[in-house]
Nanobody, 127 residues
Framework: VQLQASGGGSVQAGDSLRVSCTGPGLTFSDYTMAWFRQAPGKEREFVVVYGWGGRMIVYAEAVGGRFVISKDDAKNILYLQMNSLKPEDTAVYYC?????????????????????WGQGTQVTVSS
């Protein structure tokens, strides 16, 4: 199943940006979903996971307090609201989905957990 991420762009440090993820033919309420990001020359890294109907939301330390994930199951859209952006947030942002449903949130930190990925959307933050 293919996901589609959109909404990236170029902003200044301190600005906000919201990226979205849709999945035609995929019922979001059946999936645990996440955002990852990959900066040039670096490995893909976990940003945030949304599972158990919103009862499990875990952010990476680097974005906690600045980023907010939300999901609209009726519209099958996953959002990532990014506030107080920093140059180090510059990366391609990917949404991902898995049918797995484990209580241990650390299971979802690995990109290998997810079988469905979006194509990524570029976010560039300049100082």
């Amino acid at each position: 199943v293919q996901l589609q991420a959109s909404g990236g762009g170029s902003v200044q440090a301190g600005d906000s940006l919201r990226v979205s993820c849709t999945g035609p033919g995929l019922t979001f309420s059946d999936y645990t979903m996440a955002w990852f990001r990959q900066a040039p020359g670096k490995e893909r890294e976990f940003v945030v996971v949304y599972g158990w109907g919103g009862r499990m939301i875990v952010y990476a330390e680097a974005v906690g307090g600045r980023f907010v994930i939300s999901k609209d199951d009726a519209k099958n859209i996953l959002y990532l609201q990014m506030n107080s952006l920093k140059p180090e947030d510059t990366a391609v942002y990917y949404c991902a989905a898995t049918r797995d449903a484990y209580l241990d949130s650390t299971y979802y930190y690995s990109s290998r957990t997810y079988g469905s990925w979006g194509q990524g959307t570029q976010v560039t933050v300049s100082s």
